[in-house]
Nanobody, 115 residues
Framework: QVQVVESGGGLVQPGGSLRLSCAAS????????MNWYRQAPGKQRELVAS???????NYADSVKGRFTISRDNAKNTAYLQMSSLKPEDTAVYYC?????????WGQGTQVTVSS
C-alpha cells in the first residue's frame, strides 16, 4: 500500500509562485514516475506534468515554461514549482504514482489564483 500526500496549495495573486509537494510512502519510490494532475470546477482532470524514474520531464502545453516538476528520491517526494500563475491555473492539484498496474492518488491540494 502506498500513501500519497500533497501539500503546499493556497491562495496566490496572478503572477505569483507556489511550490507543491507530494510525499509517497513505501519502498521503490525512485523506480516509478510521478505525475501532477489538476481539476478545475466543471472540467475534466488533466495531466499537468510528469517525471520518470530517469528524470525525463513532460509538461502540458498550458504550463510549459512556467511550471517545473522535480523529485528528491532520498525524501520520497516530488515537487511542482509553479511560477507566473494565472487565474486559469486555479484548480485542485493531485499527485499520482503507481506500483506496477496499480495507481495511487493523493487527496489533492487547492490552488487559487486571484487578486
Amino acid at each position: 500500500q502506498v500513501q500519497v500526500v500533497e501539500s503546499g496549495g493556497g491562495l496566490v495573486q496572478p503572477g505569483g509562485s507556489l511550490r507543491l509537494s507530494c510525499a509517497a510512502s513505501g519502498s521503490f519510490f525512485s523506480l516509478y514516475p510521478m505525475n501532477w494532475y489538476r481539476q478545475a470546477p466543471g472540467k475534466q482532470r488533466e495531466l499537468v506534468a510528469s517525471i520518470t524514474s530517469a528524470g525525463t520531464r513532460n509538461y502540458a502545453d498550458s504550463v510549459k515554461g512556467r511550471f517545473t516538476i522535480s523529485r528528491d528520491n532520498a525524501k520520497n517526494t516530488a515537487y511542482l514549482q509553479m511560477s507566473s500563475l494565472k487565474p486559469e491555473d486555479t484548480a485542485v492539484y493531485y499527485c499520482k504514482t503507481n506500483r506496477g498496474p496499480r495507481e495511487y492518488w493523493g487527496q489533492g491540494t487547492q490552488v487559487t489564483v486571484s487578486s
